[in-house]
């Protein structure tokens, strides 16, 4: 982003697979508004614990203080009069009405900056990403690196059996992939543990 708009609310969307650190992102730009003496306040779904319920973290353990919610609407009621710019990571999991909540809070005049995955393990899109993605002003994909080949990658493979969406917490169940290397149901581990988390 070359400058930022005057007097007017907008949304970015950092979207990407694991690993493509999307969270990291987010974190510097939060930082940075912090560092700026703007008002942020900082949420994510409180299914997300892998590392903190209150804080969000990256893989690399950058970290900052969050709030955990259940439902985007508490965004709304948890909002602070001064606050200027809201974060929001692992917005995926707050479902449709998260889209109507960062709009409204764009509308008012707030910087609204989520961070997500954008497919699923199936490489399907993560609703409400792609609705997300339509009605911001700014969009960064982010890529990882894929673990069997070393090209750019966009996709998570999943590397254990389960047939949730997503398996919440579970580090080493994912690893990155191209889409050449991604196969759309769970395989073995290609890569040792340390690698997958980069
Ligand atoms: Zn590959």
């Given at each position: 982003?070359?400058?930022?708009?005057?007097?007017?609310?907008w949304?970015?969307?950092?979207?990407?697979?694991?690993?493509?650190?999307?969270?990291?992102?987010?974190?510097?730009?939060?930082?940075?508004?912090?560092?700026?003496?703007?008002k942020v306040?900082?949420?994510?779904?409180?299914?997300?614990?892998?590392?903190?319920?209150?804080?969000?973290?990256?893989?690399?353990?950058?970290?900052l203080?969050?709030?955990?919610?259940?439902r985007?609407?508490?965004?709304?009621r948890?909002?602070?009069?001064?606050?200027?710019?809201?974060?929001?990571?692992?917005?995926?999991?707050?479902?449709?009405?998260?889209?109507?909540?960062?709009?409204?809070?764009?509308q008012?005049?707030?910087?609204?900056?989520?961070?997500?995955?954008?497919?699923?393990?199936?490489?399907?899109?993560?609703?409400?990403?792609?609705?997300?993605?339509?009605?911001?002003?700014?969009?960064?994909?982010?890529?990882?690196?894929?673990?069997?080949?070393?090209?750019?990658?966009?996709?998570?493979?999943?590397?254990?059996?389960d047939?949730?969406?997503?398996?919440?917490?579970?580090?080493?169940?994912?690893?990155?992939?191209?889409?050449?290397?991604?196969?759309?149901?769970?395989?073995?581990?290609?890569?040792?543990?340390?690698?997958?988390?980069?």
């Amino acid at each position: 982003m070359l400058g930022f708009p005057r007097n007017v609310g907008w949304i970015e969307v950092i979207c990407g697979s694991m690993f493509s650190g999307k969270t990291e992102e987010l974190i510097r730009r939060l930082k940075r508004a912090q560092i700026a003496q703007l008002k942020v306040q900082i949420f994510k779904p409180r299914l997300d614990d892998r590392y903190d319920t209150s804080r969000i973290c990256s893989h690399s353990d950058q970290r900052l203080e969050s709030v955990a919610i259940e439902r985007a609407e508490e965004i709304l009621r948890l909002l602070k009069p001064d606050t200027q710019v809201v974060g929001i990571d692992e917005v995926q999991f707050l479902g449709p009405e998260v889209v109507a909540v960062c709009e409204l809070l764009a509308q008012k005049g707030l910087r609204i900056i989520c961070a997500g995955l954008d497919q699923d393990y199936l490489g399907k899109p993560f609703e409400p990403m792609p609705q997300l993605l339509a009605i911001a002003e700014y969009i960064t994909k982010e890529l990882a690196i894929c673990v069997v080949c070393g090209n750019p990658a966009n996709r998570s493979q999943r590397i254990i059996s389960d047939s949730a969406r997503v398996v919440v917490g579970a580090a080493g169940a994912y690893e990155a992939r191209c889409r050449k290397c991604f196969v759309p149901e769970p395989v073995e581990a290609t890569a040792p543990q340390n690698l997958r988390l980069l």
